[in-house]
């Protein structure tokens, strides 16, 4: 299997629950990213890793939290989501963090929490 | 800081026809600059990328791009478009992190 897989591709949730969306990346890059894509919006980057350590948190309610156990594997950890949260939850990954290099996309998860 | 706008949010284009998705970004460092399509229920693909040399860049499935510094633009363009190019369009900038437009939805219509 090659490029950037995302599991699952879409998810139901109630506000109280908790679940974990995956991502894995084939390619050999070091770095990976989680975004987030509402309608109407610019995408809105939620966390980097490079080389398994995050880098940036960009202001993400602690309701959200991610883990990297390897340079290959992404995970996002939800808990106590709110409606305002679903969106289209995307996954990419980099060579590494360098701003020239092109980032790689997974299909995404569609999350709706109700 | 980076910022990018896209002033279409949608462009309706008769197949063969050509067309142009505009970008303009602002930025106070030095940028690199993409394009991404993102076809329904899939994830974002890159089409094209300007880093440096010529202005001109080709990318997949017949896009172009210019990098046209004074104007702070990067206007995507396709001489002839088919059904398939139906998708969503994102502009990125990236000086020190990833910034993407808010996107183009393309509609060709037979």
């Known amino acids: 299997e090659t490029g950037v897989t995302q599991t699952p591709r879409h998810l139901v949730m109630g506000m109280t629950n908790k679940k974990s969306l995956k991502c894995e990346q084939h390619?050999?890059?070091?770095?990976m990213y989680w975004y987030k894509q509402s309608a109407k919006k610019p995408l809105e980057l939620m966390f980097v890793?490079?080389?398994?350590?995050?880098?940036e948190n960009n202001s993400v309610p602690s309701r959200f939290s991610p883990e990297c156990p390897n340079s290959s594997h992404l995970f996002l950890h939800l808990h106590t989501l709110q409606p305002e949260d679903s969106a289209l939850y995307l996954c990419?990954?980099?060579?590494?963090?360098?701003?020239?290099?092109?980032?790689?996309f997974g299909p995404g998860t569609r999350l709706t929490v109700l | 800081a980076q910022s990018v706008t896209q002033l279409d949010s949608q462009v309706p284009v008769f197949e063969e026809a050509p067309v142009e998705l505009r970008c303009n970004y602002s930025s106070s460092v030095s940028v690199y600059l993409f394009w991404y399509v993102q076809y329904p229920n899939q994830g974002l693909q890159l089409l094209l990328k300007y880093l440096s040399g010529s202005t001109l860049v080709k990318g997949i499935n017949g896009f172009e791009a210019e990098f046209n510094k004074s104007q702070t633009s990067f206007h995507l363009r396709k001489p002839s478009v088919h059904i398939s190019d139906t998708a969503e369009y994102f502009c990125a900038v990236s000086g020190n992190q990833f910034y993407f437009g808010t996107g183009t939805s393309l509609t060709v219509i037979p």
């Open positions: 990419a990954s980099s060579r590494d963090r360098e701003v020239y290099n092109e980032q790689f």
């Open positions: 390619l050999g890059h070091n770095a």
């Open positions: 890793y490079n080389f398994k350590e995050q880098t």
